[in-house]
């Protein structure tokens, strides 16, 4: 009800892995607010564009104290000349904006029931500002080093995950694993170049590949991520290494 009242169409309501996810939307927020549009109003809604798309994914969870938590993620597209001559254009991802990510978390605390004053205090926390990540070798297999509790960690892979592109299928925080999808650019259910950067080499890549991205607590404020393939192996290096610095960029 949050997201249709907000003015978006739904593409994913699935209740057992708890996910709601929006279409993609203009960011109509950003059309040019000149004379002639002022004047003419909806008229010319259809002969603007901003050039930028924008999706969201909500995500409900149960943690281990029994309660309730959502998270919103933002991803974005942006439109480019695809070359110098201007001839024609191409949608790119752009990052993820946290500050929209922090909006919408607001303005659903407060259809939920919250006071704007409580929601504003509830979301002006050190969680936002959390630092990256970087990608190296542990026993020869790619890992992402986090200072963080195997608890906030979890809730930091989500959001990189959710960020990136991936689809959740199920999960397990008792054992701290994701189980997670990657469809490849250019299929019905994945925007077309969305992924390029990923998986850019010359080696083919499944249409349809699924991975397990584990946590590992080592000790009260250490965390390791990791990649496995879909039977729990440590998936091979160059692969893992991809989809961990894919998470790191969005690991705040």
Do not use: C
């Not at 969870?61 to 254009?89: C, L, P, S, W």
């Not at 929601?119 to 542990?138: D, H, I, S």
């Not at 991205?213 to 991520?225: E, F, N, P, R, Y």
Request: no cysteine; aromatic share 8%.
């Amino acid at each position: 009800e949050f997201w249709k009242s907000s003015g978006f169409n739904l593409v994913t309501e699935s209740k057992d892995v708890g996910i709601i996810e929006t279409d993609w939307a203009e960011n109509r927020a950003k059309l040019p607010q000149d004379f002639v549009r002022k004047t003419l109003g909806k008229v010319l809604d259809g002969l603007y564009s901003t050039g930028e798309r924008d999706k969201f994914r909500t995500r409900i969870e149960r943690n281990a104290k029994g309660e309730v938590e959502i998270y919103i993620t933002h991803r974005g597209m942006v439109e480019n000349f695809a070359d110098a001559q201007k001839n024609r254009t191409i949608w790119q991802p752009r990052a993820a904006d946290p500050e929209l990510e922090i909006e919408f978390l607001r303005r659903l605390m407060v259809k939920l029931g919250a006071s704007p004053e409580a929601a504003k205090a509830a979301t002006n926390t050190p969680e936002a500002k959390a630092l990256g990540a970087q990608v190296t070798l542990v026993d020869g297999q790619p890992t992402i080093t986090l200072a963080d509790s195997l608890d906030r960690s979890w809730r930091r892979a989500g959001v990189a995950l959710d960020r990136s592109g991936f689809t959740v299928e199920d999960r397990d925080r008792a054992k701290g694993v994701y189980f997670v999808r990657y469809v490849a650019p250019g299929t019905a259910a994945q925007e077309p170049g969305f992924f390029d950067r990923l998986f850019s080499s010359k080696k083919e890549v499944p249409a349809l590949s699924r991975y397990r991205i584990t946590l590992t607590a080592k000790g009260d404020a250490q965390s390791w991520v990791q990649v496995m393939d879909v039977n729990g192996k440590p998936e091979e290096a160059a692969n893992a290494e991809r989809i961990l610095k894919l998470m790191a960029n969005e690991l705040r």
